[in-house]
């Protein structure tokens, strides 16, 4: 049993890493790419990702989630279960491709945008089997590859774009180094497949397996179906409705939102498996963690969420004054952010507790309200409609998550709102030192000032203790020690 925690830790401490090191890998490039393209130019190149983004799921289906479960507990059927999820997913590949292709020609986009398509169908195909893969290994507990192959993608899209854009290169190419990436991801997880655990790539077409996996995939593909439409569907109807110049102010907002999401992500990965554990065996242990979880992403969240509202005209100068009008929508959109981070321990919580139809029926509201909101204040608000929408919906989710929550699990209410009230304090002192120093010092100078500034009043307030530190401490390095 010991050589099994320590393999989940390992694993954990391997993802963890990889994420955050892809995180910011990614938005440098994004930084990079913003500054060299324009909003117009961004919001074609984000569109075409989107739009494909959205057809994906239309390949998956919720197969690579069975698929991982299956494969742990039957690992001698590996082959047969990666066989057949082949022979599901090639017909599955091609439908989606003509659909895409189809739904671009009839939306009558100019050519480049077309042709940006078609680019980003070849990285949707070629994601989609990189990840059935990479299902399989995780599948025998192994995430180390899938970590390296993470970062190396990233890498491979920065250096090949950067080289596109500064050699005064077309849009096309850039989104070609996008396919280039996905080219070497798609090798490097059938290498692993293949050397490693020493399995072929071939379709098997199996009746009955086939037919047991499509029905065992349902819950699953139905909340990837509702997650899809609810985060990329927004990008694609404002390229719709508004245009290509509303889409690249929109993904400035978006993508700093999106890069800091490595937080919950990576604290939530290590929470994960003991919140399992828990459940089984010490419900009082688990609404602690719970608590515990919420009160440290509301401690780290708002404080953020204040800092970029105070800062954003500064912010905003980063991506060049361009991207002016891209203030609000990002005020707006980072009101969310306290949302948008806990709503990943709630969603765990209730997956670990067996109670993963609530989320996937919170998703389906949260998705069809975000596809109303956004063709009603799209036409009318554009990016600034969409980011309104964004913070809507997070904070319907968050209430839905909650009322589940509570029919769940005995926690503390008081505590977590005692914490909400000291970090409010502590937030609102931080923000006028903030904007005391906006005029006089750089951006890079206030940002750590202050964030030492809102730490020490928290402290002293009592918001967090020195066994908090301890505890967030052990939780991402000493993971074995909770089983």
């Not at 954990?12 to 440098?28: D, G, M, N, P």
């Not at 699953?220 to 719709?240: C, E, K, N, P």
């Not at 964030?451 to 000493?478: M, P, R, T």
Request: hydrophobic content about 55%; proline content about 3%; aromatic content about 14%.
């Amino acid at each position: 049993m010991p050589i099994k925690i320590n393999n989940i830790a390992k694993n954990t401490s391997y993802l963890t890493s990889a994420l955050v090191l892809q995180k910011i890998i990614s938005f440098t490039y994004f930084t990079l790419l913003a500054r060299n393209l324009g909003p117009e130019n961004l919001g074609k190149y984000y569109f075409a990702i989107s739009f494909t983004t959205v057809f994906a799921i239309f390949i998956d289906l919720g197969l690579i989630n069975v698929l991982m479960r299956e494969v742990a507990k039957t690992k001698d059927k590996a082959q047969q279960l990666l066989g057949t999820v082949v022979a599901i997913k090639i017909p599955l590949a091609l439908a989606t491709i003509g659909a895409a292709i189809a739904i671009i020609h009839l939306l009558d986009y100019p050519p480049l945008t077309t042709h940006l398509v078609y680019l980003s169908c070849i990285c949707m195909v070629l994601d989609s089997f990189t990840t059935t893969f990479f299902a399989v290994v995780r599948g025998f507990h192994n995430l180390i590859f899938e970590s390296m192959g993470a970062v190396a993608f990233q890498i491979i899209v920065l250096i090949l774009g950067l080289t596109a854009i500064y050699n005064g290169l077309n849009l096309l190419w850039v989104m070609g180094a996008m396919v280039t990436a996905s080219v070497f991801h798609f090798l490097f997880s059938s290498l692993v497949i293949w050397k490693k655990l020493r399995l072929v790539i071939k379709p098997i077409y199996n009746k009955e397996l086939i037919s047991s996996l499509a029905k065992l995939a349902v819950p699953f593909g139905l909340f990837a179906l509702f997650q899809r439409f609810y985060m990329h569907l927004d990008t694609v109807l404002l390229s719709i409705l508004s245009g290509d110049k509303q889409v690249g102010y929109y993904q400035i907002a978006f993508k700093i939102v999106f890069a800091l999401q490595f937080l919950p992500l990576a604290f939530v990965a290590s929470l994960y498996p003991a919140m399992s554990y828990y459940w089984l065996h010490n419900r009082k242990q688990l609404a602690i963690s719970f608590e515990r979880a919420i009160n440290y992403l509301m401690i780290i969240s708002i404080p953020i969420s204040a800092g970029v509202i105070v800062l954003a005209d500064k912010i905003i100068m980063i991506f060049k004054a361009d991207y002016t009008a891209a203030i609000l929508p990002m005020q707006i959109i980072i009101l969310a952010l306290l949302f948008i981070f806990i709503n990943f321990p709630i969603g765990s919580l209730l997956n670990a507790c067996d109670r993963q139809k609530f989320n996937t029926l919170n998703m389906g509201i949260v998705a069809a309200l975000s596809i109303g909101m956004n063709l009603i204040l799209i036409p009318h608000f554009q990016a600034l409609g969409a980011s309104i929408t964004v913070l809507v919906t997070n904070f319907l989710m968050t209430l839905l998550g909650f009322y589940w929550v509570e029919k769940t699990l005995d926690y503390n209410r008081k505590r977590i709102l005692i914490t909400l009230a000291k970090v409010l304090l502590a937030v609102a002192a931080m923000g006028l030192l903030v904007f005391y120093l906006k005029s006089r010092l750089n951006v890079f100078v206030i940002v750590p000032l202050g964030a030492v500034f809102y730490f020490a009043v928290l402290f002293l307030i009592g918001g967090f203790s020195k066994q908090d530190i301890i505890s967030i401490y052990n939780s991402f390095f000493k993971k074995g020690t909770s089983s």
